[in-house]
Every structure is written in structure tokens, then in C-alpha cells.
């Protein structure tokens, strides 16, 4: 058999094109792993990994929650105490819909090594939720109606404050003082003057201190702070940070509950220090929108950004703020704005620089927030070199201008409409110069905050640290300090706000600095001429 | 004289339409080969439809791992066997089950979210052609014209015989 040249085209022919084809796909991919290890290389951030907890060994810690409205529902449940009547919801739900995980996400939660023993709320009807779903054959969850009481009774070693913001400092004081674990929510303080007494009180006590700020678990921010010591942004001038929300919900009108008389609720109780006013169902569910018992924006939600960025940042208490807003968008009675937006000034604050020494100095931190358009609008860290979207997941991009990168954008090895570097903690890897494909999905916001693969929620991560520091000790992710320059902060942008001018802070004498004839606590708690 | 011209035309144009979609394959295949950080996590995750809950669950671990071994290992065989015409038929219907998997996955159904597409599809998309194309490949094989095929086709048979 003879096989002529036409045969071996033929029957051959397919090799030479599968070779070419291997070829031009191997070559290509691996030129653009180089182009991406050589990013990657030159940024050289380290996507960080969850922190070890020491376990809590020995005798359960005994827990009490002071406040189970929203709020302490929701604690009561990252500790691994859901009431029934929500777990039939979520069984409802999770019926209706298969992809509804509440359920099953709160039944995969690791259980942590605590008691529920006590309850304090001044509203009968969940006080006795609490009691009916909370105790066991073991241990029945006492009641008691006043917080004083709880603290002092032996039956807590540590206790949860979710309470109105004017009952957060009196009550995490007493703790502390008698030697109780608190966990308060923010904002830690009401006024500028218990800021101070809770500090003087958390640096006196040995037990531990927790401010709310359950997002500081939140591990792309701990990889942002990477990025941002290594001055991948480099000097960053602007952050912008905003709030949008657009229903009665995030409006703080709550749903007014049929059993709530003064019967069942101890209204001097709630009142405390507020002005007396007669029983009041509004005021007593909705009570985010009035000064007496909240802070509106710059107290419930303006807190969460500055804790974001003073988490990666560190850039402690602005030198000043300016703030101006209205009741724009919802005028029932309450007196404190739902529009607002707050510019923060740091003269002194720098994350380094790629230029010539002493061009660049100085950040605004801006705070934009309307209650009436839910358009998301991303957090933006912007800095000379490169521009980064923070959130769970983290995208950077370079900046066209770039000092540090001019050579690689010259090379078109970077592109300002493309991002350098991406990182989502549900990916296996971070992705440097990610197609098209990948910023979809990223943008999809697909990632939860996963572990070992397991969608977990932060605010179990933060009590988790919390009750696992009053036994083994360390430091808390969101103590005294990073408490205090929240509280400072959400005040200075109250009193801005009220009083319509710009408020100062002086680093030296750690204190707003003094305007004439002007209380600022009484500023602070009330009404003034903003109210409808 | 017509059939026969109308039969070579096709026979051509068959084993054009085979080593495309060889090409193809093989190309996707070699891509993910070399890049060790590919995963088909994003594409899984996002799955819509029928079978979403199937997908979604392959995009876990340990399955994971499994399903990007898998993917690369069947692109690749799907484009080797058809680019050199050798067990074609049995690349044709690994390429249709590959096929079908990616249609499934993010169907072109008009009330499901078209993820990430650059045309407009009403139920058919390329996937489903590409498949269609795949079915067609199997029921006619082309290796004993252009392919090991015609090698092994010639060693076994007399030349006298050959067509």
C-alpha cells in the first residue's frame, strides 16, 4: 500500500490545525497570566482571611438582651435564638420559594457557647416572646423590667443593649461599672457629654465593651485596608459615601403593633431623660425620627459609612463637618431630616503619595442620603492612582492620570475603563484585569460574605468576637476608640445640621470646639426649627 | 452527474462545518487548560431556569473542582476528535451533552434575565444552533473524507476499491 502526499493531506491534514489552534490558545492564555501575575505582582495585596476566634470554653455565658424590638430580634438570632413565630415564617417562605435561605442559613450557623437567660423590655408582648421561645427544660428566661435590675441580678454576665439611642449610654455605663460584657448598638451615645462618661466608664472597667458595627467582620474591608496601606489608590482626596433608600420601612414607620397601650408598655420608662410627653404609639415604634430618642440619618445610618471607611482608613475624627439637609421627603411629623448630606474635612490625612513630596495632603469625606430614591449608588474611594469601589466585593480601577501606573498604561497593559483588580471573598481567587464576563457577575453582587463556603452573617461574626474576648481577652474590632469617634462624629453632623454652620473638632484638646452661648447637648436633643 | 456534484458539495461543506466547531471547542478548551485560575463558578452560580437548582449545587464544593476538570477535559475532546476526524461521532455527542448543559444553564427563555449576551435570542441562541450543528455532525461523519478516518479506511480496503 502506498501512501501518496494527497493521502496524507487527507488523512492528516486535521493535525497540523489542531496544532495551530493548541498553540494560539496556550500562548494567548499564558501571556495573559504573565500580564495579570505582573499586576498582581505590583499591587501585591493580600485578600485577607477570616480571623481566628478563640473558642468560648467552660460555662456557657450567660446573655441578657435589654430591647427586643427590630433590632434585638435580629441579635437574638445571630446568637442562635430565633423566636417561633419567625421560624414558621421562614418555613413559609422557604415552602413558597425554594431559593428563600433565611432558614436554612440560620439553622447552619455555628452555635456559639451561650445562655440566653434574661430579658428586660418594657413592652409586655415581647418580653413574653422572648420568655415563650427562648426558655427550655434547663432554663427559664427570667423577666426583669428594669435594666438595673438585670445587671445586678447575677443571672448576666454580659448583656445586649438594643434599645432607643438615648438609653444606650445609661445603660452600657451601668454594665460596665458592675462589672457586665456589653454589646450596644450604634450610635454608642445620644449626647456629646455621655460620649466622654462611657469612655471614662470602658476605660475603668474590665469587662468588654462592643460597639454595633457588625460590618467591621466584613472581609473585603479588611483586604481594602491592604490596598489602601500599600498605596495601591494612592493618595485618595475624595471618599463618597451614601444612603438610598426609598419605603416606609427605611423611613423608620415601622408597623404600629395593635397590643401596645400603656398597659403593656411602661411609657415612663421609655421616656427617661426625652421630655414628658403622654403615650404615644408613634413615638414609641417609630422612635428614629425624632431627636428626643434617635439621631435620624447622622445617628442610625451616616454611622455605618464613617465606621466603614474609619475601619479601613483609620482616619479618626474629622477637623470639621458641614451638613444640610431637610424633611423632604417625609413629612409626618418628624424632626429628623431624611435628606442630608455631609461633607467631612481631614486637612491632615494622607494615604501616602506617588508624587513629589508635600503636593498632595488632605481628604473630604462626603455623606450623601436621601430617604426618597433607592437608586444604589456605590462607595467610591478615589485616589490619584486608581479609583476603588468598596463594598462586600472590592473593584479597582486606574486612574487615565496615574503616577504609579503611567508605564503600564502607556503600554496599554492597564486601561482606565477596565478594572485592575477585583476581589470577592466567594471566589476562589482575585481576579486582576477581569473580562467583561466576571465584572457582570461581580456587579450582579452574587458574593456573599462566605467562610469555608458558607454564606455567614456578620452580625454573628461580631458577637462572636465579643463574647469570645470576655473569656479570652484581646482586643475588640470595635471598642471604646472606634465607638467614640463614631458617637463624636454623628454628633458634630447633628449640631452642623441644626445649628447650620460648621462644626470643629480639636484634636489637641479632644473636643468640638466651643461656640458661644450654645449648648451642644441641648442643641443635640432638641427639636429646633426644623421641625414641621 | 448532478447528485454526485450536489454530494461533494456537501460532503465539503460538512467537513468545513466539522472542523469549526472542532476549532472551536478545542480553542475554549485550550483557553481554560492554561489559565489555573479558571473556574466556571460565576457561570454556574448565575444559572437561571429550570435547573437552576442543579447548577447551582454543581458550583459548590467539592463539585466544583469536578465540574471545571470536567468542562475543559470534554471541550478539548469534543475539538480534538473533530478536528482530526477520529471518533467524531462520539465527540459530536459529547459536544451536544456539553451543548445542552450551557443552555440550560442560562436558557434563552423571554421571561428569564439575558445574562451577559451580545445578541437578542427568543428561546434559540448559538448554543442551541451549535448543538443542532453537533447532532448533524453525528448522523454524518465525515473522517473518511477528511480525517485519520480516510487513512484507516485506505489500509483496510484494496485501492482497486476506493470510490
Not at chain 1, 69 to 76: N, T
Not at chain 1, 477 to 502: N, P, Q, V, W
Amino acid at each position: 500500500m502506498k501512501w501518496t502526499r494527497r493521502d496524507a493531506l487527507k488523512g492528516l491534514g486535521g493535525i497540523p490545525i489542531l496544532g495551530a489552534v493548541w498553540w494560539a490558545g496556550a500562548s494567548n492564555a499564558v501571556s495573559k497570566n504573565k500580564e495579570r501575575s505582573a499586576i498582581l505582582e505590583q499591587l501585591n495585596i493580600q485578600p485577607s482571611l477570616p480571623s481566628a476566634v478563640k473558642t468560648i470554653d467552660g460555662a456557657a455565658v450567660k446573655v441578657g438582651i435589654i430591647g427586643f424590638g427590630i433590632r434585638g430580634e435580629q441579635l437574638c438570632r445571630a446568637l442562635g435564638f430565633a423566636t417561633k413565630e419567625w421560624l414558621e415564617d421562614m418555613r413559609l417562605a422557604a415552602e413558597e420559594d425554594p431559593n428563600h435561605s433565611r432558614l436554612k442559613d440560620f439553622l447552619n450557623q455555628d452555635k456559639l457557647n451561650v445562655q440566653l437567660t434574661a430579658v428586660c423590655d418594657i413592652y409586655d408582648v415581647r418580653a413574653k416572646r422572648v420568655i415563650d421561645s427562648f426558655s427550655d427544660e434547663t432554663t427559664k428566661v427570667v423577666r426583669f423590667r428594669n435594666y438595673k435590675e438585670m445587671i445586678r441580678s447575677g443571672k448576666v454576665d454580659a448583656v445586649i443593649i438594643a434599645t432607643p439611642d438615648h438609653w444606650h449610654a445609661p445603660m452600657a455605663i451601668d454594665a460596665l461599672n458592675n462589672g457586665i460584657h456589653a454589646y450596644v448598638e450604634k450610635p454608642m451615645t445620644h449626647t456629646i457629654e455621655e460620649t466622654y462618661l462611657l469612655r471614662d466608664a470602658a476605660r475603668k472597667s474590665k469587662a468588654v465593651l462592643m460597639v454595633g458595627h457588625q460590618h467591621r467582620q466584613t472581609l473585603s474591608f479588611q483586604t481594602a485596608q491592604d490596598i489602601v496601606e500599600k498605596g495601591v489608590l494612592g493618595h485618595v482626596s475624595l471618599v463618597q459615601t451614601n444612603t438610598n433608600r426609598n419605603d416606609d420601612n427605611g423611613a423608620w414607620n415601622y408597623y404600629l403593633e395593635e397590643e401596645a397601650t400603656p398597659q403593656t408598655i411602661d411609657w415612663d420608662q421609655f421616656l427617661g431623660t426625652a421630655p414628658k410627653i403622654p403615650f404615644n404609639k408613634n413615638h414609641f415604634f417609630r422612635w428614629r425620627k425624632w431627636w428626643a430618642y434617635g439621631s435620624g440619618l447622622s445617628g442610625d445610618l451616616l454611622t455605618h459609612d464613617y465606621d466603614r471607611l474609619n475601619c479601613v482608613l483609620e482616619m479618626g475624627i474629622p477637623n470639621s463637618i458641614t451638613a444640610s439637609g431637610g424633611i423632604y421627603t417625609h413629612r409626618d411629623g418628624r424632626n429628623v431630616p431624611d435628606v442630608l448630606q455631609v461633607n467631612m474635612e481631614f486637612p491632615n490625612f494622607s494615604t501616602g503619595s506617588s508624587q513629589k513630596a508635600g503636593k498632595e495632603k488632605g481628604m473630604t469625606f462626603v455623606y450623601s442620603a436621601t430617604l426618597g430614591n433607592g437608586f444604589s449608588r456605590p462607595t467610591i474611594l478615589m485616589g490619584h492612582d486608581g479609583t476603588m469601589e468598596l463594598g462586600n466585593r472590592l473593584t479597582i480601577w486606574p486612574d487615565g492620570r496615574s503616577t504609579k501606573y503611567a508605564d503600564m498604561l502607556e503600554a496599554e497593559r492597564m486601561n482606565p475603563g477596565i478594572p485592575m483588580y477585583q476581589y470577592n471573598p466567594g471566589a476562589s481567587v482575585p481576579d486582576a484585569v477581569s473580562s467583561a464576563t466576571s465584572q457582570y457577575f461581580a456587579d450582579k453582587g452574587l458574593m456573599w460574605t462566605y467562610i469555608n463556603g458558607a454564606r455567614v452573617d456578620s452580625t454573628f461574626l461580631h458577637l462572636r468576637e465579643w463574647l469570645s474576648n470576655t473569656r479570652n481577652g484581646g482586643k475588640v474590632s470595635c471598642g471604646i476608640d472606634e465607638g467614640f469617634d463614631e458617637a463624636i462624629t454623628a454628633h458634630m453632623t447633628g449640631l452642623s445640621y441644626k445649628l447650620g454652620r460648621r462644626i470643629d473638632w480639636d484634636p489637641e484638646l479632644q473636643q468640638i470646639v466651643p461656640i458661644e452661648g450654645i449648648n451642644f447637648d441641648e442643641v443635640l436633643l432638641g427639636s429646633l426649627q426644623q421641625e414641621t | 452527474m448532478n447528485q454526485t456534484k450536489k454530494r461533494w458539495q456537501l460532503k465539503h461543506s460538512m467537513v468545513l462545518l466539522r472542523l469549526f466547531i472542532g476549532w472551536h471547542f478545542l480553542y475554549e478548551g485550550v483557553i481554560k487548560l492554561y489559565n489555573p485560575d479558571w473556574t466556571s463558578f460565576g457561570y454556574l452560580a448565575t444559572a437561571q431556569g429550570p435547573f437552576e437548582s442543579f447548577f447551582l449545587f454543581m458550583a459548590k464544593e467539592p463539585f466544583i473542582g469536578w465540574a471545571d476538570t470536567l468542562n475543559w477535559m470534554a471541550l478539548m475532546f469534543v475539538g480534538i476528535t473533530l478536528i482530526l476526524g477520529f471518533y467524531e461521532k462520539i465527540g459530536a455527542l459529547v459536544g451536544v451533552l456539553l451543548l445542552a448543559l450551557y443552555y440550560f444553564s442560562h436558557p434563552a427563555f423571554p421571561w428569564l434575565q439575558q445574562l451577559n449576551v451580545e445578541g437578542s435570542y427568543w428561546f434559540i441562541n448559538k448554543n442551541l444552533i451549535e448543538l443542532a450543528a453537533c447532532l448533524v455532525l453525528y448522523q454524518y461523519p465525515t473522517g473518511q473524507f477528511f480525517g485519520i478516518k480516510y487513512l484507516l479506511n485506505k489500509k483496510e480496503q484494496p485501492k482497486t476499491e476506493t470510490v
